[in-house]
Structure formats: C-alpha cells, structure tokens
C-alpha cells in the first residue's frame, strides 16, 4: 500500500515464520520440532540434500550464444561466465554458491537468494547472503509477482538470483513429519541402548517396601543392568517381585525394518532413489544404475532448469536474454563410466552420426586433421581417404590412382 512517499506493507505471520524468528521450528505429531538444522542432523536428509547440491555444483555452467538455427556456442568472454566458472566474488567460489543455492532451496521455503552486483551495465559480483538479509514479498493480488528487499531496502527483482522449490515449498517443509519420527527414532535408538538396550517397564511387589527400600531396590536394579556394559543380561527380582513391560521390543516392532521405511520415506520427499543415500536392500546391479539415470532424469534435471532460468534473470541484460542463455553442462555425468561413454561414442562415429573430431571435443581433446569426415573407421571402404569404387570394376581404386593392367591376365 501506498500512501504518499511512503510505502506500506502488511504481510501475515504464519506459526511457521513467528518460531522461525526465535529459533524454533515447527512441532509435529512426533512431539519434536524441526527446523532447517535440525533436519540436517538426520543423514538421510543431509545425504539427500548433499546429493543433489552437489551434483549440480559439480556440473560446468557456461554462458552461451544461441544462434538463429539454434545451435549454441560458448562464450568465455562474457563478464557472467567468469562468475559462474570460476570465482562468483572475491571469496566464494562458483562451486559453493551453486551448491548453497541449492542446499537453502532444498531446506527453507524462501528459497535459495543472492544479490548479482551490477557495474557499468555488467555483473562483477555474486552475492549470497545468510537467510533472512534477503526477502521476497509476493503481491497480493495474486499473479505471483515477487519483489525484493535487502535488509529493507528495496531491490531490482534482476538482481536477484531465486532459486525456488516445488509448490512454493521446501522438501523439508513437505516432510517434516517423516524428518520428526525419524529424529524420534533416533532418540529412542539411543536411549535404548544407552539404558543396557532394554525396554522400560516396572517392578511390581505385594510387600511393602517404604520409600527407602524402593531406593535400594532402584539403585540395585540399575547398578545391575543399566548401561551399555549390562545389555542382555538376565535380571534377578526379589521377595515375589515381577516385571511388567510397558513397551514393545525392539523385536516385536520390527524397529529395524522401521528405519529403513522412515529413510524411503525421506528420499521420496527429496525424489531422489533410496540407493544414492546407502539404502540398498533392494539395490542390484541392474537397477541401480537404472535409478541413477533417473535421479538425473526426474531429480537433478528440474533443478538444473531452474538454476539457469534464476541465473539467466539476474546475470544477462533483458535485452540480451534472447540471444545469451546459461547452460549446464550434463554430458559431464556420462564421463563416469567411461566403458559406456567409450561405447556410445564409438557408434555414433560408426554410424556417422559423429564426426571424430567432434567426438573428441566432447572429451577435451584437440582436433586432428582429417577428423571432420564422417566415415565408419570400422570399414576398411569407407575410411577417411580411402578411393572411391571404380564405377566399372566394382572395385576401390588406390590411392595412387593406379588400376589394374587388363593385358596382364593375373592383375585381377
């Protein structure tokens, strides 16, 4: 709302935003707050976050000319390529600004922000500062519009870099209700063998001990079979004495099997396979390199289009923005196995697909003469500077264009 020079706005404070203010995070049905850190505490989140931003970190990012039959040519020389290839300030490096980008996005509902410092119409630096100096603001009237402020100032929206997760909401804010009972599982695996790996219960007596003699008998019971040092001894009870559990075991819960769906449970959350986070009871070696090639499919790929939409905004003039674009580099995850990439290679160029020469730029490799022909090298016929067929004879000329003598009989 305006009025006059200044500028007024209202904005609802949900319970999620008052406890984040103080530190807190938000209860859950578990009976444990979570928060970004503690979420983090949890190593199925913390691999699963690890993953993603880091796969995405470790991806080259180039600045690119798209030309008018859209073929895409890197330009190093553009002032954006440095910050995203090499250095994104004077001491962050573009591997750490992508990678916490990415971690805030997958870990708080505003997302991941940094300021790009223009000067003289160029962007010399990026900034991310820690969460809260940034703050979208959505209008209210519903079309989605964000503006920015930095530590109340308002900001350019093109400024900003905004890397924002599905539903306007985190992965973390999505399923924080499996992140608190798996934190409870946690708790209770500890204190389950911390406390000589036994469930609790009570010890029930028909004599009266008095307050004394339940002391003693306490302090017997725990020097006995309380700590890590006593699990799965046998109890002795006195004077008609008899235990009553409380709780299931372990057993009977099938605690074991429990975690492991809590951990699912969690890589469902993030769409990332269970197996990249060390869940492999049902890993195979077919399958999971099948899940590989769908993290990079239905996981990493949504991500990397949003972190060169959010870099495209803020780093390339509006006016430029139909003819630069940024580009990650995907071919750098089929480098790993080099067996298949060695085998794909080979075929294209086989099938002329390919020309060698391209082909050995997709490995970093110069060009060598002759190259660009595409030709099977697998044929002895159709092999670069090999003679065309004599159109009489059928057969391949030689390449010092010599034929065979039809007056000698044994030529042919």
Request: glycine letters at 8%; proline letters at 5%; hydrophobic letters at 40%.
């Amino acid at each position: 709302m305006r009025i006059g020079p200044y500028i007024l706005f209202e904005r609802k404070q949900t319970d999620a935003d008052i406890l984040a203010m103080f530190g807190g995070g938000v209860s859950t049905s578990a009976g444990v707050a979570v928060t970004a850190d503690s979420a983090l505490r949890v190593p199925a989140v913390a691999a699963s976050v690890r993953t993603i931003a880091e796969a995405c970190a470790s991806l080259d990012c180039r600045v690119v000319e798209i030309a008018a039959d859209g073929t895409e040519t890197v330009i190093r020389s553009h002032p954006a390529n440095a910050l995203l290839a090499s250095e994104a300030n004077d001491w962050t490096s573009s591997f750490e600004l992508i990678r916490q980008l990415v971690v805030d996005a997958l870990t708080r509902d505003q997302g991941g922000l940094a300021w790009v410092n223009w000067v003289r119409d160029e962007p010399v630096e990026i900034i991310r500062y820690r969460p809260g100096i940034i703050g979208p603001e959505y209008d209210q009237d519903g079309s989605g519009r964000i503006s920015y402020r930095i530590n109340g100032q308002p900001t350019p929206a093109d400024q900003v870099v905004h890397v924002r997760s599905t539903f306007d909401k985190c992965p973390v804010s999505l399923c924080r209700e499996a992140i608190g009972t798996a934190l409870v599982m946690e708790q209770h695996a500890a204190q389950l063998f911390g406390k000589g790996a036994r469930p609790g219960g009570i010890i029930e007596t028909d004599k009266t001990l008095g307050d004394e003699g339940v002391l003693k008998m306490l302090k017997g019971w725990k020097v006995a079979m309380e700590g890590a040092d006593n699990a799965g001894k046998t109890g002795v009870l006195w004077d008609g004495a008899t235990w009553k559990q409380m709780t299931l075991s372990s057993v009977d819960a099938q605690f074991q099997q429990l975690r492991i769906f809590q951990l699912q449970e969690i890589a469902r959350a993030f769409n990332i396979p269970s197996v990249l986070i060390g869940e492999l009871s049902r890993a195979t070696w077919s399958n999971s390199a099948e899940m590989q090639r769908l993290f990079l499919m239905l996981c990493l790929e949504p991500w990397l289009l949003a972190l060169e939409g959010a870099f495209r905004r803020a780093l390339i003039a509006k006016d430029d923005r139909k003819r630069f674009a940024i580009r990650f580099e995907r071919d750098d995850f089929s480098k790993v196995d080099l067996a298949a990439l060695a085998t794909a290679i080979n075929s294209l160029v086989s099938g002329r697909v390919l020309n060698p020469n391209t082909a050995r730029d997709w490995l970093g490799l110069p060009p060598y003469e002759g190259g660009e022909e595409y030709a099977n090298p697998n044929t002895g016929a159709s092999q670069p500077g090999s003679a065309p067929a004599s159109p009489a004879t059928g057969l391949a000329l030689s390449r010092g264009g010599a034929t065979p003598d039809e007056d000698d009989p044994d030529a042919a």
